[in-house]
């Protein structure tokens, strides 16, 4: 929905997840169609496609690339895909994951690296001529009493750490 302060317009584009850049409202949808406005209740524009299977897309965020440049990325359970704005496509990161029902979600930039959950494992992938990616979580040496056990279902940063939001029904 959008609202013009006294009344709501329902949009009927089913975007999933939504981030702003380039002066643009970008959303993602249940396909992995990526598209764009200049206002959401405006005329949206097809973009890239994620070369995915339904569902598949978990969050979509703007982060650095290998260049220091502000672009898209788009977060799913098998890894992180980044947008080619001038050839409006998806391309594949460095960061390749095994498929994980609950990865992808809840990703958050910190520090100038991404941080992407799977179950109660956090990836941090560092974006850079030389791409790392290092292992972190509560799921790491002793790990969780089994009654604090389930899956991290997003991500807050704070000055000094980073928080990890668990479900653990």
């Not at 406005?37 to 524009?45: H, K, L």
């Not at 973009?47 to 990325?73: C, K, M, W």
């Not at 050839?87 to 520090?111: E, I, Y």
């Amino acid at each position: 929905y959008t609202t013009d302060g006294s009344s709501f317009t329902d949009i009927t584009d089913d975007m999933v997840h939504i981030t702003e850049w380039d002066e643009r409202i970008w959303g993602i949808d249940d396909t992995g169609q990526l598209r764009w406005a200049f206002d959401p209740s405006g005329t949206w524009t097809n973009d890239a496609q994620l070369p995915l299977e339904n569902s598949t897309a978990r969050d979509l965020f703007v982060g650095r690339d290998g260049h220091g440049n502000h672009i898209l990325y788009a977060s799913t359970r098998v890894g992180l895909f980044a947008h080619d704005a001038a050839n409006n496509r998806f391309v594949r990161t460095g960061l390749k994951l095994p498929f994980h029902a609950d990865s992808g979600q809840g990703v958050v930039v910190w520090r100038d690296s991404v941080y992407i959950p799977a179950g109660l494992g956090i990836y941090k992938y560092n974006v850079g001529a030389q791409a790392t990616t290092t292992i972190h979580g509560p799921d790491r040496d002793q790990g969780l009493p089994a009654n604090r056990r389930g899956k991290i279902i997003g991500l807050d940063e704070t000055h000094n750490d980073l928080i990890a939001r668990i479900d653990s029904t």
